[in-house]
């Protein structure tokens, strides 16, 4: 049956055509319901992972954290150079608080 002769006639469409027709629009929302639940589940794991984040530099910005081991032969040495007036050098404790792969690090000057 050529296209014209399809498009003139007054039968209206056959079953098989509905039923694609119907395939399409099924596979068409099962397509839009998977992206909005995947991408829903990507922004509940992220915010999760923020939260867990904030928390912990929260609990390091609160001295919840462990010292580093000294280095052999005693504390760390903090050294700064300022410009016009010499070397400064301090020895400070090292303290440090892990997140996956970030980690914070504080100092404390020792007297």
Known sequence: MS??????SEKGESIAEVLM????????????????NVSDNLITKEKE????????KNEFEM???????KAEGGNYQL???LQGVGN????VKV???SYNDINFYSYEVIK
């Open 79 to 81: 050294q700064i150079a």
């Open 3 to 8: 296209i014209f002769r399809k498009l003139l």
């Open 49 to 56: 992972s923020y939260a867990e984040f904030i928390e912990t």
């Open 21 to 36: 027709a119907g395939l399409v629009i099924a596979l068409g929302s099962l397509l839009l319901f998977t992206m909005v």
């Open 88 to 91: 400064y050098t301090e020895d």
């Open 95 to 97: 303290y440090t608080k």
């Open 63 to 69: 001295n919840k954290f462990t010292e580093v081991a």
